[in-house]
């Protein structure tokens, strides 16, 4: 075997020139892993690094192993049935069960309630006063659209696979289950139950892990994730600070009201703030949750990716799970509250409530 | 001898199996056990392992414009019949030949309407564009066992070891398709070496 054979191999040795000719041209065909499942965090273009998960992935998918042939061919056709009162599917009422296509709306009333059965990789609630369109159903995009209302997506399949769009953010399955609800004025929120979701604007991700809630505004795109045991003083706060100017009065705030269910947060500012604010950030995190051995002011600063992933691990910590979500959302009927729904925290027995 | 292999995911806190040796059990083979009971984050950590591969032999045997979707398909698949494989160490060779069986289905369904060849209906927008879609053409002409290892070093990056390593194929097997794929490629390219 001569030299030339090795880098056809290995790539040790001399190189070859007509393998390294083919692998310039021929590499334009390779997978580009925008699929890849990794939960990088993607903020206001500052800054990348791996997200932690909180909470372990849930068991889902278990019930179609075994169960269910594979999915070949052309994707499976989706269902919609009633679950109450009497949703409409386009202009027809729903009585029990029909398919759906791309284009089609299913519309709930505050008496009606609907479930699509996305294909064969999972299911979608519509819960009352709820505009759903039906986008794409090819096997590679399952793709719906939430004009408005509140759907519980719960997903078993690889991620990449299902897509909610909402006015201000798109939000892709990274695994198992969450709440999504869109207001009359196209705001947003999700709330994971299991899993990561991502919610993408404009070429940006923001991941999104079990036990937190990203709001989203039109125009903005999604803001910065939080426990669902923060404070409301301090997602006030947060909220002026992700989509109303960024003003360092905000900041201050979020840092003086921060406190152990608020330090995951704080976490996920890091790289999104200005250098010197940064500093601040860090000060008021060391003081709650004191940065792990190994992990340096200078690093973190220089939003280190491996510090950053060690501090966030903290995050699985015992002590924060009274701080997750679990988020058994409906949307309010009440017609005095005619924007936002009600996302409970069975954990925390918080309830957000915004009219 | 027991050994801790740590499978973080994906930042250091999440997975730590117990084994009996370190050889005797991959990593893989612990994601896929994981994978089996559930653990979402495991087989995403599978899936982007296994991506280059599924891609790359459909690649070397279906249309460029289907590869995407039925890569998803073979991933599903898996997911669905994780429960009936076996042998975890050998989730690489398993997942290969779902991928090969895959191209193989829709080419039944396709009922033969659709051919390879049709890469080449790609537009062009430079010559080497043009140059790359003939080598591909070219390369899809190859043999099964050829143009598929071919694909996996050429297209999608991965040395002969790693080739091995992913499809379960022997070494030996991988370097003798690399060499002679290699070599009735360059007489179809009229390269002389």
Known sequence: MNAHNDYLWDRSG????????????????????????????????????????????????????????????????????????????????????????????IQTDDSSEAVISVGTIGRVQVEPNSRVQLIRMRSSDHRLALAK??????????????????????????GCAYTLTVDDLGRGRLCVTSGWVALERGGRETVVPSGAVCETRPGIGPGTPYFGGASEEFRAALARFDFEGAGHGDLETVLRVSNMCE?????QLLP?????????????????LPPPPGVTREGVLALDEGMLEVWGSQFTREEF???????????????SQTHFGSVSCARTNVSYFES | METIVDLTWPAGHLHKMKTQSPVAVSVDAQLVTLARRGDREAFARLHRAYASMVHG????????????????????????????????????????????????????????????LDDVTADPSSHTDAEAAHVLILVKSLPEAYRETLILRLV????????????????????VNLHRGMRMLREKLGWTS
């Open chain 1, 14 to 105: 001399q190189e070859d020139p007509d393998v390294k000719r083919l692998e310039k041209l021929l590499g334009r065909y390779r997978l580009v892993s925008s699929a890849s499942p990794l939960p990088v965090v993607r903020r206001r273009s500052v800054a990348v690094w791996v997200m932690v998960p909180l909470a372990a992935a849930a068991t889902l998918f278990i019930a179609v192993i075994g169960g269910k042939d594979a999915a070949f061919g052309p994707p499976a056709s989706w269902n919609v049935s009633r679950v109450t009162g009497a949703p409409v599917v386009d202009s027809d009422r729903l009585s029990a069960t029909t398919k759906v296509g791309e284009g089609d709306w």
């Open chain 1, 149 to 174: 209302g509140t759907l519980r997506a719960t997903i078993w399949a690889p991620p990449r696979l299902f897509f909610v769009e909402t006015p201000s953010a798109t939000a892709i399955d990274l």
């Open chain 1, 263 to 267: 330090v995951f947060t704080l976490w």
């Open chain 1, 272 to 288: 999104s703030v200005r250098a010197e604010d940064r500093g601040l950030i860090f000060d008021r995190m060391a003081q709650i």
């Open chain 1, 321 to 335: 799970m009274p701080c997750l979500t679990s988020c058994t959302a409906s949307l309010s009927v009440d017609a």
């Open chain 2, 57 to 116: 032999i459909l690649l070397a045997r279906v249309p460029r414009g289907e590869v995407e979707d039925l890569a998803q398909d073979v991933f599903m698949t898996a997911m669905q019949r994780l429960s009936a494989l076996r042998d975890d160490n050998v989730f690489g060779g398993w997942l290969a030949t779902i991928a090969r069986n895959r191209a193989t289905d829709f080419h039944r369904q396709k009922r033969d309407d659709v051919e390879l």
């Open chain 2, 156 to 175: 999608e990056g991965m040395t002969g070891p790693e080739i091995a390593e992913r499809t379960g194929l022997t070494p030996g097997s991988v370097r």
